[in-house]
């Protein structure tokens, strides 16, 4: 199984004179991402944050949802927690996707749209100070060979207006009787 977290460049954010809360808010993210999004004279420049994306349920919308769930959205539930109408007219989606948006897009770097590939090997290079993604992303950092081994925090999913908030997702696999 995973669930969601925010990955960061310890040695990046050190030397910044940054610092990660362990349950950061959105607006804690915000912050770190702008102060992080460097643009140097020369190559690799260092981008703030990397979020996926692109469209569809694994390329954006596990992400995005999260940080829409703590806003106070959802898609399609009604109050009694019935599925009912479109709630992307709502204002905690609106304000949920605009800043969902601004931080792809004003401190995600020079080369969106980005999947979950795309943002690990821009994590692993140095091109990006923050990644808030999958769980599973952290055996990748730290397994032996990794530019990043042992360079790299974890913090609580962001957070706005609940206690916490994070994807739980389990794969399973069947196994026939015969095998």
């Excluded at 599973?136 to 990794?146: F, I, R």
């Amino acid at each position: 199984g995973e669930s969601s977290f925010l990955m960061y460049r310890k040695d990046l954010l050190d030397d910044a004179g940054q610092t990660m809360p362990d349950n950061p808010t959105w607006e804690d993210v915000k912050k770190i991402a702008k102060e992080m999004d460097v643009d140097g004279d020369m190559p690799p420049r260092t981008a703030g944050i990397c979020l996926r994306d692109m469209p569809g349920w694994s390329s954006m919308g596990a992400t995005f949802t999260t940080m829409l769930n703590t806003y106070g959205g959802t898609w399609w539930l009604d109050a009694d927690g019935k599925i009912g109408e479109s709630q992307v007219m709502e204002p905690e989606f609106k304000a949920a996707l605009s800043d969902y948006t601004d931080l792809a897009i004003q401190w995600g770097g020079e080369n969106p749209p980005a999947n979950f590939l795309q943002c690990l090997e821009a994590y692993k290079n140095g091109e990006v100070a923050l990644w808030y993604d999958s769980t599973a992303a952290a055996g990748l950092l730290e397994e032996e060979g990794s530019p990043v081994k042992g360079k790299n925090g974890y913090a609580q999913a962001p957070v706005k207006d609940t206690p916490s908030s994070a994807w739980i997702w389990v794969w399973g696999f069947g196994i026939p009787t015969g095998s």
